[in-house]
DNA sequence: CGGTCGATTGAAAGCACTCAATCGGGGTGG
DNA sequence: CCACCCCGATTGAGTGCTTTCAATCGACCG
């Protein structure tokens, strides 16, 4: 099957090679959006590609930052680490999403980066992503947006672990990987998880065995069918309505 | 006493009015950091400034966002919530502080800013902003090292969410109140709780009850004294050492 | 066809929550 | 100036959600 992957023709052909930006599929997601061809162009001459196996890591804690990295193919996990050993995952990427950006205050990676599949990754030094930044306003419009993206995603997550029950939890999470996957053009209602009930739990602030309870729950309710780790979203509508907090039997209430 | 802040002489005589960038104490902290005295002065030009009453809002969910805001004086609380009007608060904002990054990507603000304290902001117009980055490379430098800190705080507060309990996430609160007041040339160890036990308790995940016997066991144990919202911090080290995850009477262990 | 590891399920325990009563400081009005 | 009120904070008792501990399942792989 691999092999196949390594029988395309030659790279470096042609600017619209996939390995490029203009040819990526994820180009009105990622870092190039609303660039024009020659801007992308200029943007992907300065762009480096790394295959990652799957569980191997992509940085960690403490190395020294120069890059920021977008997800090509594949899913990373990301996960912080205390002094007693406890892990943290504070978040899953996707294609098209961006690792590292916690580094650019201290110079130096604040979590692990982990693949869950055999990944790749666009290496963005981030010294010439700035040189490009002044001569690039349009670029470095949409990096402020991907930044603060990212804080906006965190504090959802901050509204998950500090507002909700077990149930809600894992309701907004898959409604979460839903809307992603659904941005990508993938199904939202059927998709794979790429990472184990641990990883799900450690996320959500939950036991891995609260997890395994919660699909029961859910699928005894009707609203998802999971087959390892494949997840069919039955109810997506009332999924959606408990991950928002509201009662799937309730009108909203409003105080 | 408040009378006697009007007495000031008459205001803009000078770049150096304690009303300037050039003249304020978070000068080394805020946004100016680094800057020349020239460039420092530019920015001033495009700042405004306001006086937030306690208890009332610098911006709502929703609101059409055109100004990032840098706390002057006083304190800030953000929270966001969901359809079932829960509450949660993702930040506590302190002098020197940016708010309104989380609005950058969509354009509208992602939460609700309420004053603590009768407070006072400097509004900067963001598109004045990123006019002046393409000018001053060293602003925006500076101005991606604060997004990045603030997706690194946020992560900080999803570890204290995910992975700690009632005890150790009050510890890591104050660990953090104190390190910042530190960096703002105050004490470490004395200082005084802006927000009500209910902010501290929602902010943390917890019920105001849990954060009162929080309080007396820590007292009990002799790591801090409390009156009121005036807290005395006895023992910083174990109280540093608990946050860390690290059981104050254990030596850290390596997994 | 076992072995391994992730996942599921059950039973018991614990930590934080809920509910309720009381305390106490700060502000207001008499 | 004092009494009262209000509201945030404290404290206690009981409950419950999630965890912990333990056993079993089952898919994947050699």
New interface residues.
């Given amino acids: 099957m691999n092999q196949l992957v390594q029988l395309q023709p030659p790279l470096a052909i042609s600017n619209l090679s996939p390995r490029s930006c203009s040819g990526c599929s994820m180009h009105q997601i990622c870092l190039p959006m609303g660039l024009d061809e020659c801007d992308t162009q200029r943007l992907d001459k300065i762009i480096g590609r790394r295959k990652i196996a799957r569980d191997t890591h992509l940085y960690r804690i403490g190395d020294r930052f120069t890059s920021l990295y977008a997800v090509r193919v594949g899913h990373f996990k990301s996960y912080?680490e205390?002094?007693?050993?406890?892990?943290?995952?504070?978040g899953f990427q996707m294609t098209g999403e961006l690792l590292g950006?916690?580094?650019?205050?201290?110079q130096r990676y604040?979590?692990d980066a982990v693949a869950l599949d055999d990944s790749e990754v666009c290496e963005i030094p981030f010294f010439m992503l700035?040189n490009l930044?002044?001569q690039m306003?349009t670029l470095?419009?949409h990096f402020?947006?991907?930044?603060?993206?990212?804080?906006?995603s965190?504090?959802r997550?901050?509204?998950i672990?500090?507002?909700m029950r077990a149930e809600q939890r894992f309701a907004a999470f898959l409604v979460n990987l839903s809307v992603r996957y659904a941005t990508r053009g993938y199904s939202p209602t059927r998709f794979q998880l790429r990472m184990t009930r641990e990883d799900i739990g450690?996320?959500?602030?939950l036991t891995i065995e609260s997890i395994s309870r919660m699909i029961a729950k859910m699928r005894k309710d009707g609203l998802i069918e999971v087959q390892q780790r494949n997840v069919e979203v039955l109810d997506l509508a009332s999924l959606t309505k408990l991950a928002?907090?509201?009662?799937a039997d309730e009108a909203?209430?409003?105080?």
């Fill in positions: 912080q205390n002094l007693a050993g406890d892990r943290q995952i504070t950006m916690d580094a650019i205050s201290s604040q979590c700035e930044f002044t306003p470095l419009r402020h947006r991907v930044m603060s993206q990212e804080i906006t965190e504090q997550v901050i509204m672990l500090g507002n450690n996320y959500l602030g928002a907090g509201v009662d909203p209430v409003h105080h």
